[in-house]
């Protein structure tokens, strides 16, 4: 199997569920217990609804095959303790209020928007390793995502790096070594 979970709790208010995407509307909330997957893109491609909810987990996987950073998970197989996801749907404009997985490799936030009519996403991924993974870096990496999904543009949010604690450090011994300069 593809997927597995312990307990899956889906509560949905959608309309116009079919095959034009931009007269989808609705409310989608859901929270999926311990388990873990493999392969998502296979198990999305079979149903909209299915594509739908995994859209971040499967944004995050195509974002892991593109970034260029030593030891980054692939998230092709994870084993996590919990994903949940908000999602608000507008003439098939999705807002993604809250979407998160929590998994032995990674704490990952997903935020923003996906045009599932155009197939067009704007989207901010928050990436917290976990220290197992043998990486120095303490702080969540940020990612902007914008394109589509088969061809997404994935960027680096320069935020995130100053807010890695080293950086931080060399900040501040930085700007303590200019004070003393200039007095």
């Known amino acids: 199997p593809n997927f597995q979970a312990t307990s899956t709790t889906l509560q949905w208010n959608l309309k116009d569920v079919g095959s034009d995407m931009k007269k989808l509307n609705g409310t989608l909330d859901f929270k999926i217990g311990k388990g873990k997957f493999d392969d998502l893109k296979m198990l999305s491609s079979k149903k909209a609804i299915t594509k739908i909810l ?8 195509r974002v892991a095959s593109l ?22 749907i507008t003439s098939g ?9 929590d998994s032995k490799v990674a704490y990952v936030d997903t935020k923003g928007t996906a045009d599932l009519a155009q197939d067009r996403l704007d ?3 928050s990436t917290k390793l976990a220290k197992n993974l043998g990486l120095n870096i303490a702080g969540p990496i940020g990612f902007k ?4 999904l088969s061809s997404p543009s994935v960027k680096l949010d320069p935020a995130a790096i100053f807010k890695q604690p080293a950086v931080e450090k060399v900040l501040k011994d930085g700007e303590q070594l200019l004070k003393k300069l200039f007095r």
Request: hydrophobic share 50%; net charge neutral; charged share 15%.
């Open 145 to 148: 995502v914008q394109g589509s």
């Open 54 to 61: 995994l859209l971040p987990i499967i944004t995050l996987q």
């Open 123 to 125: 989207l901010h991924v």
């Open 93 to 101: 404009k999705m807002q993604i209020r809250k979407s998160y997985l």
């Open 67 to 88: 970034v260029r950073i030593p030891l980054f998970p692939a998230f092709d197989q994870v084993a996590f303790d919990e994903i949940a996801g908000e999602y608000v």
